[in-house]
């Protein structure tokens, strides 16, 4: 098989007193994302989707958040380091879809600053990388303003 596909998901619940970093850049918001490292929900996403294609297992078990090393981690270097482990495996990134969860603060004015962030650290073209984002018309945790939640979609073709 050339081709791989996997899917990832993640939440973080929003706190004050924290930045909100998302695809790598800083949001201005009045709360930001809670988490062991910088809680960057779309990049955890996209490296659980990147792992899960090739049965590599999550984020969780490269990057524990029981660990202090990566404690208040930059994602993006994460995010380096999954790519690097996909790539010794003989594979690359095809492309990557995503969507964003949140009601607030507006995404659509980040979106092009999220994808150029996320395609240069991947070392992918931009046309490679979707990001969209929705509100949850005020349902569940992410409706409610409580979090923000990112599906991710990864395929990923053999070297």
């Known amino acids: 098989m050339n081709i791989r596909i996997g899917n990832g998901y993640d939440i973080h619940r929003l706190v004050e007193g ?4 998302l695809g790598g850049i800083e949001i201005p918001h009045t709360m930001g994302l809670l988490g062991h490292s910088d809680a960057d929900v779309l990049t955890h996403a996209i490296m659980d989707a990147m792992l899960g294609a090739l049965s590599l297992g999550d984020i969780g078990h490269y990057f524990a958040p029981s660990d202090p090393q990566w404690k208040g981690a930059n994602s993006l ?4 380091q999954v790519n690097q482990l996909v790539r010794s495996h003989g594979w690359r990134i095809g492309n990557i879809d995503s969507v964003i969860i949140a009601e607030r603060p507006k995404m659509k004015p980040h979106i092009k600053k999220m ?3 996320l395609a240069e650290t991947l070392q992918i073209d931009l046309d490679q990388i979707g990001i969209k984002a929705t509100t949850n018309e005020q349902l569940g945790p992410t409706g409610r303003e409580e979090g923000i939640a990112v ?9």
Do not use: S
């Open 151 to 159: 599906y991710a979609v990864t395929l990923l073709v053999k070297e």
């Open 77 to 80: 270097i994460l995010l380096q």
């Open 115 to 117: 994808q150029e962030t």
């Open 18 to 21: 924290r930045p909100l970093i």
